[in-house]
């Protein structure tokens, strides 16, 4: 196992926690349901869920998720090499 190895899996297991925990963070879709048996107000209130918090997790866990998938096709041909 070479330093290399070490380094990306450290980095794997960073990004995997973080993915975990921006998931854990986010709202949940039933969360929105009294707005969507109301009618009106889900429309009202999605004009601005490009600036909520919520949707500044959602694309942090999108570009996590890019990272993670990418560390784990390098990691796998790192390994494919070695061999």
Known sequence: MSALDIIFGIVMILVSIVIIAIVLLQQGHRAGINGAISGGADTFLSKNKARTFDA????????????????????NFLALRGK
């Open 56 to 75: 500044l997790l959602s694309r942090v866990t999108k570009y996590a998720a890019i990272v993670f998938f990418v560390l784990a096709l390098v990691v």
